[in-house]
């Protein structure tokens, strides 16, 4: 009976499917001990070489959304593999406060030098989450030490994603991650994120996002500006909005804002940053300086848990005046880590992958809107580089969302994976309503493959439309 539930839960509950055909080449058949989020079953994997995953079940996968958009140089990349080697027969961990390695200082610099100026002090951490918590711990210290002690408020945006660690869920805006915990923790201040191709006005994308900063500089007024620390944000969405990019007017007016009322601005760039927008922060597409950045996914790529806080200079000298900064992690500048991140950059500079990605996710997008005009039940595409997303709607005039109850964000997914395609979706309304679909393959994709993702996907909505009785493909007005 066990054998069989496994089965039936690999091939997503479709009984149709167990038969001899299916059943040859299944490894995981006995009870797991593990759990994550559900009870869904996967097949084990075999191996894994470029943008593909083999599965021991024989079959060869895209991976079309980079795992969690973390494999951003895909996998098994031979001298990220053989730079994790060399260390390895090093030192594999030393704890940063009885050591330092040449591993940790190297990628440092490496970093900073790609930071605008200023950036120049990075401090390490394993996931973006603990990046995210860092900037958030970080920035209260410093406003601590520099006698600004009434500073506390960090503002965010509704939908937003920022991690899952308690301070991090504070402004998180994502209600089926957030609801249950939110006794544990202190609500933060919101403002809406800059949907402007959801608005139904008249004004120009110039205006909107102007509009949309505006309520920026209301919630802060509204707060009381000695009490407010910190905006943060993404620069292009990840989970929570589906690859949301706002009108170039947004930036620039947020960091004028910012520095109006002496509020520092902490981007987001887990999901954005190391190039997957094309350029190494996103933040650089609008020409703006964070104060705070945080790193992480592409950072490691895959290969190893890494991430950092990138902070100002002068910012750090204070809080270490001040005493030091009282937080840490104990894989913070793990020499591992951070040997194979320092090879993760090397490899993105000599495939100049981050040109690549300019490219080719200008192919993705041209390929993206190909399908949006042959399906109507999509109705935004978005994104930068290979930072790309489409949302599905039941009227594209409207914007009005699928109903809930199809659970399309799940359903679409378990198609394209039964075709052998990987994607990566979420609600797009603040969690409870809304599908929309992350399309960021690794940044070494090329055109051929971008097209064979785009195919798959083409069938795939067909396919989703006919199951849940909805418009068949075909041209919306």
Known sequence: MAFITTIYLLYGGNKHKLNKTALRGISVVKKSNLFYQSRQRRPEVDRAEGIYIWGKNGQRYIDGSSGAMVSNIGHSNPNVLAAMKAQMDSATFAYRLH??????????????????????????????????????????QWAVAAGQGSRWKVISRFPSYHGSTMG??????????????????REMPKIPAPTCYLDRDNLS?????????????????????????????????????????????????????????????????????????????????????????????????????????????????????????????????????????????GEIDRLDLMANTRTMGE????????????????????????????????????????????RAFERFVEICYARNLITYSRRTRGGVAGDHFLVCPPMIVTEAQIGEILSILDDSLGVLARDCGLE???VAS
């Open 168 to 185: 991090a869920l504070a402004i998180t805006g994502y209600g089926p991650l957030t609801d249950a915990f939110a006794p544990l923790f």
């Open 99 to 140: 050591f330092e390695s040449a591993a940790a200082e190297n990628l440092a610099g490496a970093i900073a030098d790609r930071m605008p100026e200023g950036l120049d002090k990075v401090f390490f951490v394993s996931g973006g989450s603990e990046a995210m918590e860092s900037c958030m711990k970080f920035a209260r």
């Open 205 to 345: 994308d110039h205006d909107r996002g102007l509009k949309y900063a505006q309520m920026l500089r209301d919630e802060i007024l509204a707060q009381g500006p000695d009490s407010v620390l910190a905006f943060a944000m993404e620069p292009v969405g990840g989970a929570s909005t589906g690859a949301l990019v706002g009108p170039d007017s947004y930036y620039a007016r947020v960091r004028e804002i910012c520095d109006e009322f002496g509020v520092l601005l902490i981007m987001d760039e887990v999901m954005s940053g190391v190039g997957r927008t094309g350029t190494f922060l996103a933040s650089e597409h609008w020409n703006i300086r964070p104060d705070l950045v945080a790193l992480s996914k592409g950072f490691g790529a895959g290969y190893v848990p890494l991430g950092a806080m990138i902070a100002d200079g002068e910012m750090v000298e204070t809080v270490l005046d001040a005493g030091g900064f009282a937080h840490g992690h104990t894989y913070a500048g793990n020499p591992l880590a951070c040997a194979a991140g320092l090879a993760v950059l």
């Open 363 to 406: 192919v993705l997008m041209s390929g993206l809107r190909d399908l949006m005009a042959r399906h109507s039940i999509i109705g935004d595409v978005r994104g930068k580089g290979l930072l790309t997303a489409f949302e599905l709607v039941s009227d594209r005039d409207t914007m009005e969302p699928l109903p809930a109850e199809l």
């Open 472 to 474: 068949p493909q075909g």
